[in-house]
């Protein structure tokens, strides 16, 4: 029970500090980077299109790899199917074949040659009857001899495989990966840039809520003063009980309105401290609540400079650019394939010294041509598929390239419209004031009446009214310019946990 206390203090204590922090602009959009789960998903797509890159670049290096293999055979292999005899020749002292001397058979003269005679006396022919030569001397081939043991085959290998050409396809495989990284870093910025427009919305949008905030509760004061000056005015009779009316209408409008802009503050201040990844119960304050000061209209950059600052030129460049690697990898199809390739192979049984049963092995080197002839039209229509899309890439940069220069052109004109408009409310403010002082003289003199007095007040409320708009208008067609010519700040993430 002790523990429920303790905690409440320990909150209390730590309430006084938040509800104190007063954040700039620039502190709102370093937090909302920082806690945004969008953008951090965005970085991590950054640094897995890194990866891929590397790994795009490894297929210019050999690649090496190892295999083993274990094979047990129920039976083991036979050349033979039963024991062979081979016929021996006999040889002459020059060391010729003597096919006489070899042989069994009887000799006869046919037409002054001597052929031989099968066992029947027939004479024939040993080059179309072999099997008739009755020879001498042979030698056995046992079965047995002519049979290897399989029974247990292990194997290995180790080697590489070196591209050589490719057709150019590995050179565009790894400007495709390149092209990726940068698409993906386009797409990081365009989140970024985003959440800060996000922020610097919520932000201005609080600052006009606090001063209409001020605005409400000063206009309450007036109507509470009136209301005081007249409730003493119907007692000595100057006033009639109408005129107290009319007044206390206007002075609950006013607690109407002042409850309403409260409300819409709160709503506001929590909307800004999600995305700043704050606790949404925060009280938090911000330093730029004076919008006395006029803002200067931003210079304008060159509009080709403009144009590379997008993020979104930036991504479509990049799909063009893959979108051309594409249709270079379908030409490589096209042309032929050479690669390298060695490696060692080791075996047991092996065959490299008569068969034995052990480990034996060799070194290969071989080269690898492979040269596409015909396949039906297959690698034309992807082709023509690719510069199709090649083709789109490119329309689709030109045409965001349009709608760019037309949203630079149409911010620049609202920067400067908002800063006249802001101008005319200043001098709207002064008139109203100077309206309001003499109508607050003239109805403490008793010649003007309470709905006079009512009118300038209500013409003093919507001039600061509409002042705080125009302030609010210029800051944000600023940032909107900005950011359509690309030049709007986005600090770099800390990831550090905001204390809440």
């Not at 180790?158 to 386009?186: C, N, R, S």
């Not at 919520?202 to 000056?229: F, G, Q, T």
């Not at 403490?444 to 609010?472: F, N």
Request: net charge neutral; with cysteine; proline share 3%.
């Amino acid at each position: 029970m002790k523990k429920i206390p303790i905690y409440v203090l320990a909150l209390l204590t730590t309430m006084p500090i938040t509800a104190q922090q007063a954040l700039s602009l620039k502190d709102c959009r370093q937090l909302a980077i920082s806690h945004n789960k969008t953008v951090e998903m965005s970085k991590e797509s950054v640094k897995a299109a890194t990866e891929l890159k590397k790994a795009a670049f490894a297929q210019f290096l050999p690649n090496f790899s190892a295999n083993g293999t274990y094979t047990w055979n129920q039976k083991n292999l036979s050349l033979l199917s039963e024991d062979k005899y081979l016929p021996v020749y006999a040889t002459k002292a020059d060391g010729t074949l003597n096919f006489a001397g070899s042989v069994n058979n009887s000799w006869t003269a046919v037409n002054g040659n001597y052929v031989p005679l099968d066992a029947s006396g027939t004479p024939f022919d040993p080059t179309k009857n072999p099997e008739k030569i009755l020879w001498k001397n042979y030698a056995l081939l046992p079965k047995d001899a002519m049979e290897f043991d399989i029974q247990n085959v292990f194997a290995g290998t180790i080697g590489f495989t070196q591209p050589i050409f490719m057709g150019g396809k590995i050179v565009e495989l790894y400007k495709t990966a390149q092209y990726a990284e940068k698409l993906a870093q386009a797409n990081q910025q365009s989140k970024s840039t985003e959440l800060i427009m996000e922020v610097d919305e919520a932000y201005w949008r609080i600052i006009s809520l606090e001063n209409k905030v001020k605005l409400a509760k000063d206009y309450r004061d007036l109507l509470s003063k009136m209301d005081n000056n007249v409730a003493i005015m119907i007692e000595e009779g100057i006033a009639t009980k109408a005129d107290g009316l009319k007044v206390k209408v206007k002075l609950n409008e006013a607690e109407v309105m002042l409850t309403k802009a409260e409300n819409g503050l709160r709503l506001s201040v929590m909307a800004l401290n999600q995305l700043c990844g704050i606790s949404l119960e925060s009280d938090t304050k911000l330093a730029d609540l004076n919008i006395e000061t006029k803002d200067d209209a931003p210079a304008l950059i060159p509009l080709n400079q403009a144009l590379e600052n997008r993020p979104e030129i930036k991504a479509l460049a990049q799909m063009h650019n893959i979108s051309k690697s594409q249709e270079k990898i379908m030409v490589s199809r096209f042309l032929p394939t050479v690669a390298l390739s060695g490696g060692y192979l080791v075996s047991n049984p092996n065959v490299y010294n008569g068969y034995e049963n052990e480990f034996g092995g060799m070194f290969s080197v071989s080269v690898v041509a492979h040269v596409p002839i015909f396949h039906f039209g297959d690698k034309i229509h992807t082709l023509n598929a690719a510069k199709i899309q090649s083709k789109i890439s490119a329309m689709q940069l030109d045409e965001a390239k349009e709608k760019i220069q037309l949203q630079i052109q149409q911010n620049t004109y609202k920067v400067a419209e908002s800063m006249k408009k802001r101008s005319a409310t200043l001098k709207n403010i002064e008139q109203a004031q100077e309206n309001l002082k003499c109508a607050t003289d003239g109805f403490e003199e008793g010649v003007i009446t309470s709905t006079d007095l009512l009118g300038a007040q209500t013409a003093w409320l919507s001039a600061k009214s509409e002042d705080i708009d125009a302030a609010i208008d210029v800051k944000l067609n600023i940032t909107y310019l900005q950011n359509s010519t690309g030049t709007l700040e986005i600090p770099e993430s800390t990831n550090k946990t905001t204390k809440k």
